[in-house]
């Protein structure tokens, strides 16, 4: 083999190499962005799960609250005799009725019996006074917690999907009154996630790109610019 054919073939073959490394290094570093980007995304969506069910139990948590400390202020009146049984009620359903969670969520109270056979609708801005709801999945778990939150699954008459609706219940237990507040809980996450994670987006922000959320029905809800 001549000599300018092994320089050539030598050549070829650094070549060759040369391009391979360059490649190697190519689909190293995409490897390297791409693991990075996931945990960034990972760490960020586990974080915004874990504050955002905190956030809206609080939430729902001092809703029925308030609402508690109304209707029980209410009650004791009616013991003191400083307001009429009809007065009291007309009261606590113009606060009730008018209260809206979310977009369409609401404070209602149910009405329970010694014996639990019928839970009876105490106030709803829906329904009428004095319906059983007790054949409901729902209510008996409300009834069964007494004091506390939870979540289930539910769709309206027309509603295409199911989604998870988010309650917090208080029991008076004097005057066997359960107070529920109830609203869908994809219905606060845009508040939540807007008005509370917007400097965690931000903080989170490299020279040549950043982080966005975008909704479900394809709404950017947070960009840094």
Not at 123 to 135: A, E, F, N, T
């Amino acid at each position: 083999m001549k000599k300018r054919t092994i320089i050539i073939i030598v050549f070829i073959l650094v070549f060759m190499y040369i391009n391979c490394c360059k490649i190697d290094k190519k689909q190293y570093l995409a490897k390297n962005v791409e693991y990075k980007l996931n945990n960034v995304l990972t760490n960020i969506s586990r974080f915004i799960n874990f504050t955002f069910h905190l956030k809206i139990k609080a939430f729902l948590k001092g809703t029925v609250i308030a609402n508690y400390n109304i209707i029980s202020n209410i009650y004791k009146q009616i013991y003191y005799k400083s307001i009429t049984i009809d007065k009291a009620e007309g009261i606590m359903r113009q606060v009730i009725e008018n209260q809206i969670i979310g977009k369409t969520g609401y404070v209602y109270t149910l009405k329970l019996r010694n014996d639990i056979s019928k839970i009876l609708i105490g106030i709803h801005p829906k329904l009428k006074k004095g319906i059983d709801v007790s054949r409901y999945s729902f209510i008996k778990r409300a009834v069964k917690i007494k004091n506390g939150y939870f979540e289930y699954k539910w769709k309206n008459p027309g509603e295409i999907l199911t989604r998870t609706k988010s309650c917090f219940v208080k029991y008076l237990e004097i005057e066997k009154i359960l107070i529920i507040a109830s609203t869908y809980k994809d219905e606060l996450m845009d508040y939540f996630i807007i008005n509370e994670f917007k400097k965690l987006f931000y903080a989170v922000n490299y020279k040549i790109g950043s982080i966005s959320l975008i909704n479900l029905n394809g709404t950017l809800a947070i960009h840094p610019n």
